[in-house]
């Protein structure tokens, strides 16, 4: 139960409302999240833009590692209700339930590439309070791995986005 009182279907903009109406046709319910967003409908979209260009949306990075990074930055930052959230969404991705399992063990437990396992704990590195004492040389040891400049970029909005969304949800108390 959310520390706040979250809107209602009805309390929403009609906008939200329109798009609450088709998640309720596919799922019966609506999540946490998308109620608490449902607050302000500029940082509604704003978030949803996130989501469908980052996660949804095939870009230069694998689903896999995407959702990788989803797992492992929820999981960092203690927020159950995100990581059971993307543990559904990973397999809708593609990812079977052992890499979703692996990847929630840690990335020394995950079944890939040694580069996408350097990728994966810079992320989480990145994803810290101490990020601001990453280096050139760090940026340099990933693109050494054969990761460009703009895989990185995105892997690193995609961690900056789950610190976002996990800020909000363990504020807020969703899922509790």
Do not use: W
């Amino acid at each position: 139960m959310a520390y706040i009182k979250l809107p209602e279907l009805e309390e929403m903009d009609p906008e939200i409302q329109e798009l609450a109406k088709e998640i309720l046709k596919k799922t019966g319910k609506l999540g946490e999240i998308f109620q608490l967003l449902a607050i302000r409908k500029d940082i509604y979209f704003m978030t949803d833009n996130c989501v469908k260009t980052l996660l949804l949306k095939e870009t230069e990075l694998p689903y896999s590692t995407k959702e990788r990074i989803a797992l492992l930055i929820s999981k960092e930052n203690n927020c159950p209700m995100c990581v059971d959230v993307h543990k559904n969404i990973a397999k809708m991705l593609g990812m079977s339930e052992e890499q979703i399992e692996e990847t929630l063990k840690g990335v020394d437990h995950i079944n890939t590439t040694e580069e996408e396992k350097e990728l994966l704990r810079f992320c989480i590195r990145a994803s810290r309070k101490d990020n601001y004492k990453m280096t050139k040389e760090d940026i340099d040891r990933i693109l050494s791995l054969g990761y460009t400049v703009t895989q990185l970029v995105e892997a690193i909005t995609i961690t900056a986005y789950f610190n976002y969304i996990n800020t909000l949800s363990n504020v807020f108390g969703l899922g509790k």
